[in-house]
């Protein structure tokens, strides 16, 4: 199951900033936050990810709470292009071969209105 | 352009068919996945290669076979499916190990219908 819950549907202005919600709390201390985008008919993107700090990219910033129980992703100039489903995804470390699995929820789709 | 390409996208089949989905990375990754994506439901992970090993079957029918020959190929190689089974089914690599952040690059998927 995900590990994390997202709002089904937003909306944003054009040229507005998008802020995307993310509960995750029940992270562990070790697990990164994911965040990665689909665009109809497309494979998912990666946009950025963090573990306790604010971290920003040329696409997005990510906002990581003290207790790191919830984030937001920003998107500070929204486009139309960027009207796309938004995943928020923890990525779990698993015990056996050391290896890392990202839990995919719903994701927030995202509708940029002119 | 993410560096992953899949052929086909589209594929039409029927329940007696073999077929095989192709996926290839250009971007020197060592791990590589399959993900099925069902309409309102969530992406689920089908298999795992890492350095060419599968390390992650998730439960997956045999109907669904995956072949990884070397680290910028991967296959699934599809016999008597269900219509159950149509969806978008997607490739991604990765770098893993060495502290890596493990982002993975998917590819622009395979919409599979079976008739």
């Known amino acids: 199951d995900a590990k994390t819950t997202q709002p089904p549907s937003m909306d944003c202005a054009e040229g507005r900033a998008a802020n995307l919600p993310c509960n995750h709390s029940?992270?562990?201390?070790?697990?990164?936050v994911y965040w990665y985008r689909q665009i109809h008919s497309q494979g998912p993107q990666y946009i950025i990810h963090?573990?306790?700090?604010?971290e920003t990219n040329e696409m997005a910033s990510l906002i990581i709470t003290e207790d790191r129980k919830s984030s937001t992703l920003i998107l500070p100039h929204a486009t139309l292009r960027d009207t796309a489903v938004y995943y928020c995804?923890?990525?779990?470390?698993?015990?056996?071969?050391?290896?890392?699995?990202?839990?995919w929820g719903l994701g927030t789709s995202l509708a940029v209105n002119p | 352009e993410t560096g992953v390409t899949q052929t086909p996208r589209h594929l039409v089949m029927g329940m007696t068919n073999k077929k095989s989905l192709k996926c290839e990375q250009h971007?020197?990754?060592?791990?590589m996945y399959w993900y099925k994506q069902s309409a309102k439901k969530p992406l689920e992970l089908m298999f795992v290669?890492?350095?060419?090993?599968?390390?992650e079957n998730n439960s997956v029918p045999s109907r669904f076979s995956p072949e990884c020959p070397n680290s910028s190929h991967l296959f699934l190689h599809l016999h008597t499916l269900q219509p159950e089974d149509s969806a978008l089914y997607l490739c991604?690599?990765?770098?893993?190990?060495?502290?890596?952040?493990?982002?993975?690059?998917f590819g622009p998927g395979t919409r599979l219908t079976v008739l």
């Open positions: 963090g573990l306790k700090n604010n």
């Open positions: 991604a690599s990765s770098l893993i190990g060495g502290g890596a952040s493990n982002e993975q690059f």
């Open positions: 995804i923890v990525r779990v470390l698993q015990r056996a071969g050391n290896n890392r699995k990202l839990i």
């Open positions: 029940t992270i562990s201390g070790n697990e990164y």
């Open positions: 971007l020197g990754h060592n791990a």
């Open positions: 290669y890492s350095l060419e090993e599968r390390v």
